[in-house]
């Protein structure tokens, strides 16, 4: 009984203070818990990094670069609502065997969630705000509006948040131009955006590919030519 009640005005006062969503709804942030660590990241490093951020509207984004991300990085994004409890359950399962807290099962709206609100560190009491966050998210937010905020604010690189700035950056192109060989090497990108290595990096890029052309996204034409174009136009 006394444990119940502690969870319980745990669970109470973590929930109060909570961020207010709400604002989501109309309101586009222009900085995130990440940038901001970013920030003093290199500037305690002595490097002059200078911020590339631009907002575009979720229709105005290739659809190239939103099949690419959700085949890479959350497939059923549409279907749950939030969170992955399978993949959350191998995730603590995992993590309880090791003695370690650093398995993934983060869907877009929990990366979403941590890159907004939250600091990058692991550790069971920010996965449970994670997680809370993310229940609030989906329950005051689209899933357009989840995937466009997301794809506003993702890291792409040093500097680099958000499509439109990494498309621009990477390919000298609008957000809404790309095609699919381009959106696959941006997804790939995501899970390590400040320091890709050129043969994971393809590795990642070709596997995008093809789960796209499994669903149909791309004919079987379209995942040979794009696997043979080069990662970038030049050397970023």
């Not at 002059?48 to 979720?58: A, E, F, G, L, M």
């Not at 991300?69 to 749950?80: G, N, P, Q, R």
Request: glycine fraction near 4%; proline fraction near 4%.
């Amino acid at each position: 009984m006394v444990i119940s009640s502690i969870v319980g005005a745990f669970s109470a006062y973590e929930y109060s203070q909570l961020p207010d969503i709400s604002t989501l709804r109309i309101r586009n942030p222009n900085t995130t818990a990440l940038m901001e660590l970013r920030k003093q990241e290199y500037k305690r490093k002595g490097l002059r990094v200078v911020k590339r951020h631009i907002w575009v509207p979720y229709g105005t984004i290739s659809a190239n670069l939103k099949k690419a991300v959700l085949v890479s990085e959350d497939a059923t994004f549409f279907e749950h609502k939030g969170v992955d409890l399978f993949e959350l359950k191998e995730s603590v399962k995992k993590d309880w065997e090791e003695g370690k807290f650093k398995r993934g099962a983060s869907t877009i709206t929990m990366q979403l969630a941590k890159n907004l609100y939250l600091s990058p560190t692991k550790s069971p009491l920010r996965k449970i705000r994670e997680v809370m966050i993310t229940f609030r998210m989906e329950r005051l937010l689209s899933k357009a509006r989840i995937f466009e905020l997301y794809l506003n604010v993702a890291e792409w690189g040093q500097g680099i948040y958000g499509a439109e700035a990494a498309s621009r950056h990477y390919f000298s192109k609008r957000a809404s131009h790309l095609n699919s060989s381009e959106a696959a090497t941006l997804a790939a990108l995501l899970p390590s955006p400040r320091n890709p290595r050129d043969k994971t990096l393809r590795y990642r890029k070709n596997l995008i590919l093809s789960r796209l052309a499994r669903i149909g996204h791309i004919s079987d034409k379209e995942f040979e030519r794009a696997t043979r174009m080069p990662l970038f136009p030049q050397k970023v």
